[in-house]
């Protein structure tokens, strides 16, 4: 039977040709597995337009361990760290680091506002303590993309370093290092790269993680360690994940064929609009207004008809081969489908035809729109 299509925000949809690249047995001393390393972590780099000023460090594990990976790594033991927080992510940031016993604090606002630059501005004019200030790109909880270009300004101004959490927005949202100042940036192979999971990366600056030797206090995720090992023969510290990394790199170059980030970011925009508009018609409402949502996931504020159960809604619409992802995030009564993976316009419009029925089986008539 075919898989069902995953409208969530990793793992994802991957195409037949990624699975197919597992199909392998590598050894992880061996030169074709060392020159396929290589050439990954030259793609990503390439990617943010690091050029030779930045590394890719990868990490085996999920995009947590690369996040946990740059935090224990970048923020010295005497330092402190400044989390932007507007969702689930930006709290994970915080724990991390409250965990790895680093001085911390979070400037927090409401998850459907994007993080304030003016707030990050007067934060560290009275606070010279923060060394590090981190934000998440698109808080995957709402699905918000915060002003990354204006929060990087404002802390390069305080002269401050920027670590970024863009696990759901490397390889569609723009991040180039050309134009926007970042110490280091944390993002893994199942999100916008459409690869399967089980890697995750940090793309970091030369001089950043060479001086970061022996600050993490764990020994598995010390990016530094990782590096150096990287950087002597080109090999992975502990055993890396041999398949995962050979679908990361056939996904690399489907992402370079349909035209980098900017071809994925318009099929995901398109998704994002077929989904968007087409539940709109059904009279459902998005927690946020068009000009905050990323085209990433999607959040739907819950109908209030007692007739609508979210658990025979998600049943109905796996039947019709439509995943949908099976719990909130938000404070907001709310549920999230997403918009990213080797889907598109069909697949979008399949499911909100797949939402239409199942309301209908539940006899859930919602307000539509005026015309
Ligand atoms: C998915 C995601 C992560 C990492 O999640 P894992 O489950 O560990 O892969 C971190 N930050 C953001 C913003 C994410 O979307």
């Known amino acids: 039977m075919a898989d069902p299509w995953l409208l969530t925000p990793g793992p994802l949809t991957t195409s037949a040709s990624v699975k197919q690249a597992m199909l392998h047995d590598w050894g992880s001393r061996d030169r074709a597995f060392i020159e396929m390393t290589a050439r990954i972590r030259k793609r990503l780099v390439d990617l943010v337009h690091g050029g030779d000023e930045m590394v890719c460090v990868p990490i085996q594990g999920s995009g947590t361990f690369a996040v946990e990976a740059m935090l224990g790594t970048l923020v010295p033991p005497d330092g402190k760290l400044l989390v932007l927080v507007n969702g689930a992510y930006g709290r994970r940031m915080v724990e991390i680091?409250?965990?790895?016993?680093?001085?911390?604090?979070?400037?927090?606002?409401?998850?459907?506002?994007?993080?304030?630059?003016?707030?990050?501005?007067?934060?560290?004019?009275?606070?010279?303590?923060?060394?590090?200030?981190?934000?998440v790109q698109c808080e995957t909880t709402t699905g918000i993309l915060n002003p990354l270009e204006r929060i990087a300004a404002v802390t390069l101004r305080h002269d401050r370093r920027l670590v970024v959490d863009a696990m759901s927005a490397l390889g569609a949202l723009p991040l180039d290092a050309r134009k926007t100042v970042f110490e280091a940036v944390a993002a893994s192979s199942n999100k916008c790269l459409?690869?399967?999971?089980g890697v995750g990366f940090v793309i970091v600056r030369r001089d950043a993680i060479r001086a970061a030797a022996g600050r993490c206090p764990s020994l598995a995720l010390d990016l530094h360690a990782q590096h150096e090992a990287l950087e002597a023969n080109g090999q992975w510290r502990f055993t890396p994940p041999t398949h995962v990394l050979a679908a990361l790199d056939r996904a690399l170059a489907e992402h370079a064929e349909e035209g980098g980030s900017a071809g994925r970011?318009?099929?995901?925009?398109?998704?994002?609009?077929?989904?968007?508009?087409?539940?709109?018609?059904?009279g459902f409402t998005t927690l946020l207004p068009d000009e905050l949502q990323a085209p990433i996931i999607v959040t739907f504020t819950m109908p209030t008809?007692?007739?609508?159960?979210?658990?025979?809604?998600?049943?109905?619409?796996?039947?019709?081969?439509?995943?949908?992802?099976?719990?909130?995030?938000?404070?907001?009564?709310?549920f999230r489908i997403g918009c990213i993976g080797r889907i598109g316009r069909a697949e979008l419009e399949g499911a909100v035809a797949a939402v239409a029925d199942v309301l209908d089986v539940m006899g859930v008539r919602l307000a539509r729109p005026a015309a």
């Open 305 to 334: 008809d007692e007739r609508f159960v979210f658990e025979r809604f998600y049943d109905g619409l796996r039947e019709r081969g439509y995943v949908i992802y099976p719990g909130k995030l938000t404070t907001a009564p709310s």
């Open 265 to 282: 970011l318009g099929r995901y925009r398109e998704n994002a609009r077929v989904l968007v508009e087409g539940m709109r018609r059904l």
């Open 194 to 197: 459409e690869g399967v999971p």
């Open 97 to 135: 680091a409250r965990r790895q016993g680093r001085a911390v604090a979070a400037l927090s606002c409401a998850e459907d506002q994007p993080c304030d630059p003016e707030a990050l501005d007067r934060a560290l004019r009275e606070d010279p303590a923060i060394g590090h200030v981190a934000v």
